[in-house]
């Protein structure tokens, strides 16, 4: 809670905006209920919906903890479908609104090691697709963020550093994208209305691989081995401290 009080005063004296902060553990339904009543009892209107909280889980299917696994799917996917469900009604009412759904790269490939997260995500493009085709014209916008990794706390909260499980340790970093430069795409994506919002070519080429290179039980075991070997960048930049 407190750096979270510490972020809001912070954006609050950079861009003279009201900011509030309410609490929530996206994984229990009770707390996602009471979130909105909370809002409601501010006096507070939602125009935008940003479902951003993700958690990842590094490892193999059968060596993580399932309580963990549960929990990724209920922050991931259930929360989103709760929260959109809630606040997306007086949206429709009132004809105008926005959400903006962050899902991830991971969506367009099966992501040996993060198996639960890359099906998390991909819930969440299938999802988030038919929403818009279901607010055409509403003037509701809904557009879906796809980004590539992001250096945030959720892959040092991941674990599997070290044995190259972890995507920081294995990914190029033509790949990688700073935080305010997603925000800056997301939100011009959103107002413009566009469906998907892609930042980087790499990126966008990778989706497409994703999407349209035949899938084989060989090419999934090839990726998960190579997926368990860091490059030598990576390993130059672990060692480096980076």
């Known amino acids: 809670h407190e750096r979270l009080r510490a972020l809001a005063d912070e954006l609050a004296a950079r861009h003279g905006v009201r900011v509030e902060v309410a609490p929530c553990d996206l994984a229990d339904e009770r707390a996602r209920a009471a979130l909105v009543d909370d809002v409601v009892a501010r006096g ?5 919906l940003v479902s951003d909280a993700g958690v990842t889980n590094v490892g193999r299917v059968w060596e993580l903890d399932a309580a963990a696994e549960v929990r990724l799917v209920r922050t991931n996917v259930e929360a989103v479908v709760d929260l959109t469900s809630r606040l997306v009604p007086a949206m429709v009412t009132r004809g ?7 899902s991830s790269i991971a969506a367009f490939q099966p992501a040996p090691n993060q198996a639960s ?3 998390s995500k991909a819930f969440l493009i299938s999802y988030a697709d038919a929403l818009a085709g279901e607010l055409a014209g509403s003037g509701v916008h809904a557009t879906t963020l ?3 990794p992001v250096p945030t706390e959720i ?3 991941a674990g599997g550093h070290g044995n190259g499980l972890n995507p920081v340790d294995r990914l190029p970093r033509p790949f990688w994208r ?3 430069e997603l925000a800056r795409e997301a939100v011009d994506g959103l107002e413009r209305n566009e469906l998907r919002v892609f930042v980087g070519v790499p990126n966008r080429l990778l989706a497409l691989a994703g999407r349209h290179l035949p899938l084989s039980r060989a090419a999934l075991g090839l ?5 368990t070997t860091p490059s030598r960048a990576a390993r130059a930049r672990r060692e480096a401290g980076v």
């Open 44 to 48: 507070l209107q939602v125009d935008v």
């Open 155 to 157: 892959f040092a909260r």
């Open 223 to 227: 990726g998960a081995r190579l997926f």
């Open 96 to 102: 105008a609104g926005g959400v903006l759904t962050v």
């Open 117 to 119: 997260y890359a099906a």
């Open 178 to 180: 700073q935080a305010d």
């Open 146 to 148: 796809c980004p590539g």
